[in-house]
């Protein structure tokens, strides 16, 4: 059985989605935020909660701090909205900034 999270422990039982319904979210909120050109998911379900790390890479003339809470925010809110999961803390690793060439000589 894949991993799973509980959801809701409510009296007519158990509510829970799996990693993947997770990474799938995550995704799909992701692709809200212009200039991100690749992100990789980690989710671990530990005792503390849901820990979700996004390591991703963005244009070179994107603002790292302001798209990084950006990114935040809206995996945030559907993860709520739409997977019934509170992430008090998602960390965003900004990896590469996706500059391919070398700057030209001067």
Do not use: C, F, Q, R
């Given at each position: 059985e894949p991993e799973a999270i509980i959801v809701d422990d409510g009296s007519l039982g158990q509510i829970v989605i799996t990693i993947e319904a997770v990474r799938v979210i995550i995704m799909k909120a992701i692709r809200q935020v212009k200039g991100i050109k690749e992100v990789k998911p980690?989710?671990?379900n530990g005792p503390?909660?849901?820990r979700v790390s996004l390591r991703v890479m963005i244009n070179p003339e994107q603002s790292v701090p302001e798209m990084s809470q950006e990114i935040q925010t809206v995996v945030s809110q559907h993860l709520k909205d739409i997977g019934g999961l509170d992430v008090?803390?998602?960390?965003?690793?900004?990896?590469?900034?996706?500059?391919?060439?070398?700057?030209?000589?001067?």
């Open positions: 980690v989710i671990k503390e909660g849901l008090p803390n998602i960390k965003v690793i900004v990896d590469d900034l996706g500059t391919t060439g070398k700057l030209a000589s001067t």
